[in-house]
């Protein structure tokens, strides 16, 4: 084995297309050269053929995580997904070190990408609640919420160190309270007194928390501090109406995302009813009507029924609110399609009856497998 630091190409396979230009040198086990960077891999037979060879490759010529993702075949997109989700689930749940703030850099880079190469992929994953990742409530909760405040932001025509900032403050604004968050959402009593006490300081200890680790950004700690703030002082722990926009919409999208993550004393709300709740409770500011838009009515990832009986699963958001592009999942009289079909609601012959709960469906089908539904138009 050579004294160089290397990997086995078939660890980095999301890298490599048969017919596209390798992005890096390929070497035999021994470290002899066999492809060099900009050759081609003929077929997939061929690129077979290099995994079972135990083909090399060197990792300080492997692509930046941003790259990967933009490389990536589209559907190996869901596969991505679920490993950086479960990554940056880790870097949560750990407690904060004096490492803590380049892991949750080198967890966070990949994510962002991912919804920048495909946002209605990104969308699907807080419908779906982190397709295929292996996460804890918490974490899941605090990765919905980033996602959602990433792609608003963007929506918002904020700039890129902006957007970046806001996916930060919404993935560690809840760091101090994961595992209680993970209990209440078992529980089906009202939380007790020191529950309630810690979800009222919460705030104030993930600053604490996240100023131990390191992290002296004061428009970071701030939005953490204010993110249950509210603009007509009803908000918590200082009831002030001075709101950081970093928390403002860090807050809005964190209630937004509750509505659609069940719990133990209810079920999650339909994507539909939830942006109509957002949209009347708050119906002014102009960060609700930019979720709501981003959104839309029927958002990549929830169940919906066709006035023609067939059950479908939005798959993209289209170029009217109501007209998404679907895959129905049974027939006109519910029986499974051995192969689900893709198509675009018209509003006319093709239209959308209504949103369907999960549990309505009566389907089991594997999340990574509905998630691949979306990238395979």
Not at 191 to 206: D, G, I, K, Y
Not at 330 to 344: F, H, I, V, W
């Amino acid at each position: 084995m050579p004294t160089m630091p290397y990997a086995e190409l078939s660890t980095v396979k999301h890298c490599v297309q048969p017919g596209i230009a390798l992005p890096f040198n390929v070497r035999d086990a021994d470290g002899t050269l066999l492809l060099a960077r900009g050759q081609l891999v003929e077929s997939q037979v061929h690129l077979e053929a290099l995994f079972r060879r135990g083909a090399l490759v060197d990792i300080t010529e492997l692509p930046s995580a941003t790259d990967t993702v933009r490389m990536a075949p589209r559907e190996q997109l869901p596969q991505l997904w679920a490993g950086c989700m479960n990554r940056l689930s880790t870097v949560l749940s750990a407690d904060p070190g004096p490492d803590f703030v380049g892991a949750l850099d080198d967890a966070a880079v990949p994510v962002q990408a991912l919804i920048q190469r495909d946002p209605d992929l990104a969308i699907f994953q807080v419908l779906r609640r982190g397709a295929g990742a292996d996460t804890t409530y918490g974490a899941q909760r605090s990765l919905q919420t980033a996602i959602t405040s990433h792609l608003v932001a963007q929506r918002l025509g904020w700039d890129t160190d902006q957007c970046t900032l806001q996916f930060k403050v919404a993935l560690t604004m809840n760091i101090s309270m994961l595992e209680l968050q993970g209990k209440l959402s078992r529980q089906a009593t009202p939380p007790t007194p020191a529950q309630r006490h810690e979800l009222q300081t919460h705030p104030m200890r993930s600053v604490r928390m996240l100023e131990l680790a390191g992290i002296t950004d004061t428009d970071w700690l701030q939005a953490v501090l204010q993110h249950h703030e509210q603009e007509d002082g009803h908000g918590y722990p200082s009831g002030r109406t001075d709101v950081a926009d970093l928390a403002s919409l860090a807050r809005r999208a964190d209630v937004y995302t509750s509505k659609l993550a069940a719990r133990s004393t209810r079920d999650a709300l339909a994507a539909d009813l939830a942006g109509r709740q957002m949209f009347m409770q708050d119906p002014t500011h102009p960060i609700t009507t930019a979720l709501v838009r981003e959104f839309g009515i029927y958002p990549p990832g929830c169940y919906v029924r066709l006035v023609s009986g067939e059950l479908a699963i939005v798959v993209a958001r289209g170029d009217n609110i109501t007209m998404p592009v679907v895959t129905c999942l049974t027939t006109a009289s519910g029986l499974p399609l051995a192969e689900p079909l893709r198509c675009q609601i018209d509003g006319k012959a093709r239209a959308v009856a209504g949103v369907v709960s999960e549990h309505q469906t009566g389907l089991t089908l594997p999340m990574e497998r509905l998630a691949g539904l979306v990238t395979n138009g």
